[in-house]
């Protein structure tokens, strides 16, 4: 069952869902819209070739600190959310593209839309540029949300135990 807006304002007050830090505007009727950070990921230039079963993202990519990012047609890069998201064990969310961003091209998860449950972090996003024109993304852009269903049981295995990025965020 995917959450309302009531909903999710009723286990914000709970505590069963934390945003940090949390804007009522960004609340939609059944998610909510969240903001790029000034913290971005390119491939470096010198990778010809990787091994995925041998090789982290972390090792191919260099970290850019920048208000505002130029991504070409067809490049991707990694940003981070400006909110955390903390969610109880029986509590899952789902990223998606916003449809204003996606109609021009953009693309915000390759296949990363799972937010686990027990998760404590800032999400990350992979996004493209699926248009034929260079993309402009600044800090402070809500291009993303995240949609909160309620889990039939509490997982016993919450993800800021058990993922291995979640357990240094």
Known sequence: MFLTNQDILKFLEEGKI???PFDENALGPASYDLALSNRWWFF???VKAIDPSKTSWVEVMDEVVKEEIELKPGEMCLGITEEKITLSN???GRLEGRSRYARLGIAVHITSALIQPGVSNHQVLEI????PFRI???????ISQVMFALARTPTD???KLVGKTAVNQ
């Open 128 to 131: 493209k540029n699926n248009s």
């Open 44 to 46: 470096k230039k010198e």
């Open 157 to 159: 295995k919450p993800y």
């Open 18 to 20: 934390q945003i940090e």
């Open 136 to 142: 402009k993304l600044r800090k402070g852009m809500r």
């Open 90 to 92: 029986d509590i899952v």
